[in-house]
C-alpha cells in the first residue's frame, strides 16, 4: 500500500513539476496557490478555488501567471487519507491562537465526528455547505482560525522550494523522461 501511494504522489505532485516547460518562477507559483488552497477546511472546494482564483488572476494581473496543472495537483496534498490529521492540526493550532486550552480533545474522538460529518450527503455542492456548515457548529472558528498560519506556511515553503528545485535542475539541464 505505501508503495502505491508513493507512486500516486510521485505521478501526481512530482511529475506536474517536473515536465513543466513553464518558467520556474510560475510552476513555484502553482505550488504556492496549491498549496494555499489545500491547507483550508473547506471541504470537497480546493480545486473549485484554485480555478477561481486563476480566472480572478486573468482578470486582475494578466501577467502574473502560474502553473495551473501544478497548482491543481498540489490542491491533492489534502485528501481523503490526510484530512483527519491536517483538520486536527488547524483544529489545535486554532484554540492555541484563541487561548482556548481547556478544549483540546483526543485526535480518535476528533476523526470520529470528522468521519459522521463527511458522510454527510454524497459529494453535491450542498452536501460541501452542509458539512462545513457541521463544522463550523462543531468546531466554530478555532478551526478556521487555526488553518491561516499553515496555509501561509505551506505556501511560502511550496514556492521557495519549487523554485529552489527547478532553478537547479534548469541549470544542470535535465529533463524528465
Request: proline fraction near 5%; charged fraction near 15%; charge should be positive.
Amino acid at each position: 500500500m505505501l508503495r502505491k501511494l508513493s507512486r500516486i504522489l510521485k505521478y501526481k505532485l512530482l511529475v506536474p513539476i517536473l515536465r513543466s516547460n513553464l518558467p520556474p518562477v510560475e510552476t513555484a507559483r502553482g505550488v504556492a496557490v496549491g498549496l494555499v488552497s489545500a491547507m483550508n477546511p473547506f471541504v470537497g472546494i480546493q480545486m473549485a478555488l484554485v480555478g477561481a482564483f486563476w480566472a480572478f488572476q486573468k482578470l486582475v494581473l494578466p501577467t502574473w501567471r502560474f502553473n495551473l496543472i501544478a497548482a491543481l495537483a498540489w490542491t491533492w496534498v489534502t485528501n481523503i487519507f490526510t484530512v483527519p490529521i491536517v483538520y486536527y492540526v488547524f483544529l489545535i493550532t486554532g484554540r492555541l491562537m484563541l487561548g482556548r486550552w481547556e478544549e483540546f480533545l483526543g485526535f480518535d474522538e476528533f476523526a470520529k465526528r470528522l468521519e459522521d460529518i463527511l458522510s454527510i450527503g454524497g459529494g453535491s455542492i450542498t452536501a460541501a455547505w452542509e458539512i462545513m456548515v457541521a463544522m463550523v457548529s462543531l468546531w466554530g472558528i478555532p478551526l478556521f482560525i487555526g488553518c491561516i498560519p499553515w496555509t501561509i506556511f505551506s505556501g511560502l515553503v511550496g514556492y521557495h522550494w519549487t523554485l529552489k528545485y527547478q532553478e537547479g535542475r534548469r541549470r544542470r539541464g535535465r529533463s524528465i523522461t
